[in-house]
């Protein structure tokens, strides 16, 4: 992804390039977060991490499943 082979990641493993997203995007959020909330950020944007968080190693299990799945359906 980060070399530009956006096709070529999505054919690697379609949830990568959300994966590439989801922490390139950390950066700006993370030092968005450490000046607007500098003690504790709130509940909802911490429901929120940990909603992301989750979603993310469901969809990677998921993909998982489904091509574990596909190999032993061909042989």
Do not use: C, D
Request: no cysteine; proline share 7%; glycine share 6%.
């Amino acid at each position: 992804m980060a070399h530009g082979y956006f096709v070529q990641a999505f054919r690697f493993h379609p949830v990568g390039p959300i994966l590439f997203g989801l922490v390139v995007f950390q950066i700006p959020y993370r030092l968005w977060a450490l000046v607007k909330f500098p003690n504790k950020m709130p509940l909802l944007l911490r429901m929120i991490n940990k909603l992301t968080a989750g979603l993310t190693i469901i969809a990677i299990f998921a993909f998982w499943l489904i091509k574990l799945y596909a190999e032993v359906l061909s042989g």
